[in-house]
T-cell receptor, first 116, second 114 residues
Framework: GAVVSQHPSWVICKSGTSVKIECRSLDFQATTMFWYRQFPKQSLMLMATSNEGSKATYEQGVEKDKFLINHASLTLSTLTVTSAHPEDSSFYIC????????????FGPGTRLTVT | AQSVTQLDSQVPVFEEAPVELRCNYSSSVSVYLFWYVQYPNQGLQLLLKYLSGSTLVKGINGFEAEFNKSQTSFHLRKPSVHISDTAEYFCAVSEGQGYSTLTFGKGTMLLVSP
């Protein structure tokens, strides 16, 4: 149980275009989802916390207009990278918190974004 | 604010040798502590967690960790490693009575060679 999926697993896009990444909790309801960014050989940096039915809370330094987060249901959150640039290339990982198990986050497999 | 320090960026060991990956944290309140493993191009998998109770925590794949409040440490150990344990290991802390966000250390790459 407690599986989180992400789609796509990797994506290549041209500079200036937008890319949407989906994060789904497959077998549990997630009132809270988190979006992280990971640069090569570095740790995970929290970008934003997404609560179902409300606006996401962004960490300091993260542009909310560039990284649009929507959490429309208890099993789906999306991250849209708008007007992507090469510096947005990174590994994006989502996680979800099971509302019945508040102390644990379940992580998705990640999405590799390359902007050319 | 909470923070996590993993002093070793890389730990090379031979197969079947014991290993310890170090983790120290800083927090002014009670904490929950976690160890995650990440294989190349994959997400994170929880190895073990400390929420309360016994300070020695056993996890998956033969790993264990000990919470030491006085030394603010949560070192990860395994008595005999396998080649398949080669991966990046992250220590993380969550602060407070309720559940807050996770703060990760910079990670330790465990390299197991034959």
């Amino acid at each position: 149980g407690a599986v989180v999926s992400q789609h796509p697993s990797w994506v290549i896009c041209k500079s200036g275009t937008s890319v949407k990444i989906e994060c789904r909790s497959l077998d549990f309801q997630a009132t809270t989802m988190f979006w992280y960014r990971q640069f090569p050989k570095q740790s995970l940096m929290l970008m934003a916390t997404s609560n179902e039915g409300s606006k996401a809370t962004y960490e300091q330094g993260v542009e909310k207009d560039k990284f649009l987060i929507n959490h429309a249901s208890l099993t789906l959150s999306t991250l849209t990278v708008t007007s992507a640039h090469p510096e947005d290339s990174s590994f994006y990982i989502c996680s979800a918190k099971d509302q019945g198990l508040p102390y644990e986050q379940y992580f998705g497999p990640g999405t590799r974004l390359t902007v050319t | 604010a909470q923070s996590v320090t993993q002093l070793d960026s890389q730990v090379p060991v031979f197969e079947e040798a014991p290993v310890e990956l170090r983790c120290n944290y800083s927090s002014s309140v009670s904490v929950y502590l976690f160890w995650y493993v990440q294989y190349p191009n994959q997400g994170l998998q929880l190895l073990l967690k400390y929420l309360s109770g016994s300070t020695l925590v056993k996890g998956i794949n033969g790993f264990e960790a000990e919470f030491n409040k006085s030394q603010t440490s949560f070192h990860l150990r395994k008595p005999s490693v396998h080649i398949s344990d080669t991966a990046e290991y992250f220590c993380a802390v969550s602060e407070g009575q309720g559940y807050s966000t996770l703060t990760f250390g910079k990670g330790t790459m465990l390299l197991v060679s034959p």
